[in-house]
């Protein structure tokens, strides 16, 4: 019996509304029947609401935001809000990925508050979670995602029927063109899982994804360690070819 399993897009800061049509219309001519992953992609604010009008295009595609404030509404210049995201169909938000986390100088418990609005909303969540280099070397890997995890679920009673990703992300790993390999992935990912059975999930159904330089090459291998259930992409997603070689993988 196959996994339930996601190939998510994170664009970043990439693509100009033409590039991102362009890129959106070279995926609705491919097969998409050759995995049964759902494919979300994560384009940049300016992108987002134009793409959504696709969902009805491509029912196997949905569309995530890549942040969200943890305000609901104000004097906050630059920030998006849940109403906003939840006004144009957004399904789901990426949060606290490492580039917000160690750039933007979010906190756990920004994150925190994040994690809990997007619960109460009609989003899901994709809480990236993941370890420094100096983390790694000095055996702090397990204290780190743990700290990660029970402080982003802090505010949640899980009585809500949701999906939530949770994606592993070594933060050395990201954009470096080298990922983890197979044994630490697995290590870690158990190690999540062990977490996550220690929290009295209830109606919420959390499935687990890896980050951090996935291609073509390595998607297969990583995917097929027990618990992994997709990945959260970012280089290779911005090749519609690259990305679809990796989708048709898992």
């Keep these: ?17 033409q590039e991102a049509t362009d890129y959106i219309e070279k995926i609705n001519k491919m097969d998409l029947s050759k995995s049964s992953a759902k494919m979300i992609i994560c384009p940049s604010y300016t992108n987002l609401n134009d793409l959504i009008r696709y969902e009805n295009k491509i029912n196997k595609i949905t569309f995530g935001a890549q942040n969200v404030s943890s305000e609901n509404k104000g004097s906050f210049t630059g920030e998006v809000s849940i109403s906003m995201l939840e006004s144009i169909g957004c399904s789901w938000v990426i949060i606290g990925h490492s580039e917000r986390r160690l750039i933007m100088q979010e906190k756990d418990s920004e994150i925190a508050r994040k994690i809990e609005l997007v619960y109460n909303s009609t989003l899901n969540p994709i809480l990236c979670i993941g370890e420094t280099s100096a983390e790694n070397k000095n055996g702090e890997t397990h204290k780190v995602l743990e700290r990660q995890i029970n402080t982003a679920f802090e505010y949640l009673d899980f009585e809500n029927n949701k999906e939530i990703l949770i994606a592993y992300e070594p933060i050395w790993a990201i ?4 990922a983890a390999d197979r044994k630490s992935i697995e290590s870690n990912i158990k190690i999540i899982k062990n977490i996550i059975n220690n929290i009295n999930t209830k109606n919420c159904n959390i499935y687990l994804l890896y980050g951090g330089s996935v291609d073509e090459n390595n998607a297969s291998d990583i995917f097929s360690i027990d618990d992994v259930n997709g990945f959260l992409i970012g280089t290779s997603s911005l090749d519609v070819e690259r990305f679809y070689d990796i989708y048709r993988q898992i």
Excluded at 1 to 17: E, L, R, V
Excluded at 175 to 178: P, V
């Design 175 to 178: 954009g470096t063109g080298t």
């Design 1 to 17: 019996m196959s996994k339930t399993s996601f190939c998510i897009a994170n664009w970043k800061m990439n693509k100009t509304i």
